[in-house]
């Protein structure tokens, strides 16, 4: 036997036993997909947290941020909100702790107690019935390494009309997560059961991601030499003697072949998009670090002057029609300001102007470059002004897997000479890097993003066309995958029982 003949024999052997199980698991892939396409693993968007906030008062809330604190804050800056109904202020150190202090008075507030936490949840969700049900570490809903910081959690039941579990910090008694019932039920044939969450125990699990990574290659094989068999089998000139351009009599096989090879592009590129989100070994990942965030910011001033006063921005704010719920000190190129957020997740930018307060819809251009070429010791390389997204920078809606990210227009794209070629962008709405990728990183977008989910800014734009035409492609993937688990269940039944069969 020659090797082309027991290369095409092998393809043959190699699609025929990947695809008995594989295909059982594809099917599942197709099914729990559209099902992610309208509901998503649970989360806390921008959205649900601060529009759950009460609006800050102008008078009688808040002590001056200067008179709370001994000196300035951390990187991560000073956040004014509101904690069970109470207006706090949360700091957070460079080594990942927490302070919470009464915004009143500045009085130290200690890890939340389960009173507190029941508290912040009657103060998301009020009039509903609650349950404080336990203290965890982690569960199947929980397992965001953005957790790490507020672990363990307080998980509260909550009845009525719009049943569901919230989960509290203990560090700072926040509602950090929030999974209503009817979403909990969809995601068990949804993200839940897509991602093989059930093998899943903690937030970096090494034994998960190789198994997700194995299986996926599995299926890429699977797909790939079900593509080339597929071709082999079909006449493109001439017929057999059935008439048919398939040599597959019987339904199961005949539908199998031919479906296969109709949607075999789609089937492929949404498998091997599936092993790629999985980063394996590494191979998106920047090979330098990331853009230096201390050096764009600067060096926080001690709180000082009418920014250190809230009652003054919230004021200001109000003036220029604004209703603030949250209050964040930042800092860049190491001058003060203060972001602030209303319930909507709509933001402005508070500035100290003349000894009076400066209120903007966001920062300009100008105001951001000279630190934004700190962010990395080589030259920038180019650079452009986005009142538009770009295949890069997009806002996704808040089902999707990073719905939860915020990507606000105007924004300022730069380029650097680093090993990585990264490209970073800054959000000037808010005046923070709001992403960086790196060139293996950009990469990684197409054969991930773009490959599973179709969604450039255009395919975003088409809404339920996009939606139909992905649900159309997964019915028939899921149709390729149906008929090849009826033919591997008879192959394996038509195995078994001939090894069962006496012999005479």
């Known amino acids: 036997m020659d090797m082309g003949v027991r290369l095409k024999r092998l393809t043959y052997l190699v699609h025929r036993w990947t695809g008995v199980a594989g295909c059982v698991l594809m099917a599942l892939w197709f099914v729990s997909g559209v099902v992610m396409l309208y509901v998503g693993y649970p989360k806390l968007t921008p959205w649900e947290r601060l529009g759950a906030l009460p609006a800050l008062e102008e008078a009688g809330c808040c002590a001056p941020l200067d008179a709370v604190l001994a000196g300035p804050p951390s990187a991560a800056g000073a956040v004014l909100t509101s904690i069970g109904g109470e207006p706090r202020y949360v700091l957070r150190g460079d080594h990942g702790d927490w302070r919470v202090l009464s915004a009143r008075d500045g009085t130290p507030q200690g890890p939340a107690t389960p009173g507190q936490a029941l508290a912040a949840a009657r103060a998301y969700a009020p009039g509903a019935p609650l349950r404080l049900e336990d203290r965890i570490h982690e569960d199947r809903w929980t397992h965001s390494r953005g957790l790490d910081a507020h672990r363990p959690l307080y998980r509260v039941i909550v009845g009525g009309a719009a049943p569901g579990t919230l989960y509290v910090s203990s560090a700072t008694g926040q509602v950090v997560m929030d999974a209503p019932l009817s979403q909990q039920r969809w995601n068990y044939v949804g993200a839940w059961l897509h991602w093989l969450y059930m093998f899943r125990d903690r937030p970096v699990d090494p034994g998960w991601s190789w198994l997700v990574i194995v299986l996926s290659a599995a299926c890429t094989v699977s797909a790939v030499t079900g593509v080339v068999v597929g071709i082999w089998r079909w006449r493109f000139q001439g017929r057999y003697r059935s008439g048919a351009r398939t040599p597959y009599r019987e339904g199961w096989m005949r539908w199998h072949h031919i479906a296969g090879l109709v949607f075999s592009a789609f089937i492929c590129t949404w498998i091997f998009s599936g092993l790629m989100s999985m980063n394996p070994v590494d191979v998106f990942s920047p090979a330098a670090g990331g853009p230096d965030r201390a050096a764009y910011q600067g060096r926080a001033p001690a709180p000082g002057g009418v920014l250190a006063q809230p009652t003054r921005i919230v004021h200001a704010l109000r003036v220029h029609g604004f209703v603030a719920v949250e209050l964040q ?61 770009d295949a890069y920078y997009y806002q996704r809606h808040p089902e999707a897997m990073n719905g939860a990210a915020q990507r606000g227009l105007p924004a300022l794209r730069l380029d650097f000479a680093d090993a990585g070629r990264t490209r970073v962008y800054i959000d000037l709405r808010t005046g923070e890097v709001a992403t960086s990728l790196s060139r293996s990183q950009r990469v990684g977008r197409w054969l991930f993003y773009f490959l599973h989910s179709w969604d450039t800014p255009a395919l975003l734009r088409g809404g339920l066309a996009r939606e139909l035409a992905l649900i159309a492609l997964s019915v028939g993937g899921l149709a390729v995958s149906l008929t090849g688990v009826v033919i591997g269940w008879r192959r394996l039944r038509g195995k078994v029982a001939g090894r069962l069969r006496p012999r005479s």
């Open 329 to 389: 000190w930042r800092c860049l190129d190491g001058q003060e300001y203060v972001l602030a957020y209303d319930r909507h997740a709509d933001t402005r930018v508070v500035r100290a102007a003349g000894g009076g307060l400066a209120v903007d819809r966001s920062f300009a251009a100008g105001d951001v470059l000279p630190a934004a070429a700190r962010l990395f010791a080589q030259p920038v390389t180019g650079s452009g002004f986005l009142s538009d997204y």
